[in-house]
T-cell receptor, first 109, second 115 residues
Framework: GQNIDQPTEMTATEGAIVQINCTYQ??????LFWYQQHAGEAPTFLSY??LDGLEEKGRFSSFLSRSKGYSYLLLKELQMKDSASYLC??????????WGAGTKLIIKP | DAMVIQNPRYQVTQFGKPVTLSCSQT?????MYWYQQKSSQAPKLLFH???????NEADTPDNFQSRRPNTSFCFLDIRSPGLGDAAMYLC??????????????FGPGTRLLVL
């Protein structure tokens, strides 16, 4: 079966750095997405990785290792507005998105 | 601004009473998706349209139907809502089904409450 694993919840302090991990087992691989979802709202696109390595976008970076079936999302200089769920999703060989259940990130002052 | 619009944002229905959720897009994308998302769970794909071609997920209950009368609009019909169908329903679009790393664009969602 296809499976995406990520921690259920994480807590971090305002101004700090946090890393959210995602491991996956899917039928084929056509890229990995990270989305941010605030409570009661729709997911919004953060990043896309299809090749191994680090993609940096401002305070957010995403890393991929295809051989390990592993990705992480790195958030720097945390702000209170970063409190949200972060969803990892993998596009499989049929171009279907396989979603993780999301990691709820709680930011404390 | 180009966007994905869902109406209504909140919908209350009675057990067994048919309900229709609507989605429209100004992006002129080929693909439209309907997802069901329950609290603290991953979005679950119900079905999607590639142009007029309807693709139903194998585990989507028959109670859920969809219509896409034109490129811009897509509807989700729940014929006999049960208590277990209370959820957030997300509509999303993509230009060409995700090839080349294109993301899906989501509407704000409709939260369905079944009484």
């Amino acid at each position: 079966g296809q499976n995406i694993d990520q921690p259920t919840e994480m807590t971090a302090t305002e101004g700090a750095i946090v890393q959210i991990n995602c491991t996956y087992q899917t039928s084929g691989f056509n890229g990995l997405f990270w989305y941010q979802q605030h409570a009661g709202e729709a997911p919004t696109f953060l990043s896309y990785n299809v090749l191994d390595g680090l993609e940096e976008k401002g305070r957010f970076s995403s890393f991929l290792s295809r051989s390990k079936g592993y990705s992480y999302l790195l958030l720097k200089e945390l702000q209170m507005k970063d409190s949200a769920s972060y969803l990892c999703a993998v596009m499989d060989s049929n171009y279907q998105l396989i979603w993780g259940a999301g990691t709820k990130l709680i930011i404390k002052p | 601004d180009a966007m994905v619009i869902q109406n209504p944002r909140y919908q209350v229905t009675q057990f067994g009473k048919p309900v229709t959720l609507s989605c429209s897009q100004t992006l002129n994308h080929n693909v439209m998706y309907w997802y069901q998302q329950k609290s603290s769970q991953a979005p679950k794909l119900l079905f999607h349209y590639y142009d007029k071609d309807f693709n139903n997920e194998a585990d989507t209950p028959d109670n859920f139907q969809s219509r896409r009368p034109n490129t811009s609009f897509c509807f989700l019909d729940i014929r006999s809502p049960g208590l277990g169908d209370a959820a957030m329903y997300l509509c999303a679009t993509s230009r060409d089904g995700g090839r080349g790393g294109e993301t899906q664009y989501f509407g704000p969602g409709t939260r369905l409450l079944v009484l």
